[in-house]
C-alpha cells in the first residue's frame, strides 16, 4: 500500500476523520492533512508529466490531442540518456517549485504566516487550529516529502 493511501485510510473513522481529543494532536494532524494534500497534488502532476515525458501519446479525444500527440512523437525520439536528463528536470522543478514558496512564505519581510485549519467532522465543533509550527515550511515540507513522498524526492538532491 502506498505511504499516503495508508495515510489516508489510518486517520478515516468510517466516513470522516478521525480527530484526536488533544488539541497538540490535532494540530499535528492538520499538518499532516496538509503535507499529505500538497504531496499528493504535486506527485499527480509529475507523473502526468513523467509519463508524457516517455513519450506515451495521449488518449484519442484528449483536450489539445494534436498538440501533445505532436510532443509525444518528439519525445519518442529521445534516447536513453536524454530521457532520464528530462525526467531529472522535471523531477527537481517539481521539487523546488514547492520547496522555494515555502521558505518565501516562512520568510515574509515585514510579517509572519500563520496557517489556520478548521476541521469539518460532523462530530466536531472545535475551533480553528493555527499550525504553529508554520513558521519554516519548507521544514514541514522535508518532512511531508518524507512521511508522504512516493516519486517527488527521487533525485531531488542530486547534483
Known amino acids: 500500500m502506498r ?10 473513522d468510517g466516513e470522516q476523520i478521525a480527530w484526536p481529543s488533544s488539541h497538540d494532536e490535532r494540530q499535528k494532524l492538520a499538518s499532516r492533512i496538509l503535507g ?14 513523467l509519463r508524457r515525458a516517455d513519450g506515451t ?12 500527440l505532436r510532443d509525444a512523437e518528439v519525445l519518442q525520439t529521445l534516447s536513453p540518456a536524454q530521457r532520464d ?15 522555494w514558496p ?8 515585514g510579517a509572519l504566516l500563520d496557517l489556520t485549519v478548521t476541521p469539518t467532522s460532523a ?16 521544514t514541514l515540507f522535508h518532512q511531508w516529502v518524507e512521511e508522504f513522498g512516493e516519486i517527488l524526492d527521487r533525485e531531488a538532491d542530486e547534483p
Open 85 to 99: 536528463v528530462v525526467q531529472h528536470l522535471l523531477r527537481r522543478t517539481a521539487y523546488f517549485a514547492l520547496y
Open 57 to 68: 501519446p495521449p488518449e484519442p479525444g484528449s483536450s489539445d490531442y494534436p498538440a501533445l
Open 102 to 109: 515555502l521558505v518565501k512564505a516562512g520568510n515574509l519581510p
Open 3 to 12: 505511504k499516503r493511501d495508508a495515510f489516508w485510510q489510518a486517520i478515516f
Open 123 to 138: 462530530n466536531s465543533s472545535d475551533a480553528p487550529l493555527t499550525l504553529t509550527d508554520f513558521s519554516s515550511p519548507h
Open 36 to 49: 499529505a494534500s500538497i504531496i499528493g497534488a504535486a506527485e499527480h502532476v509529475l507523473s502526468d508529466a
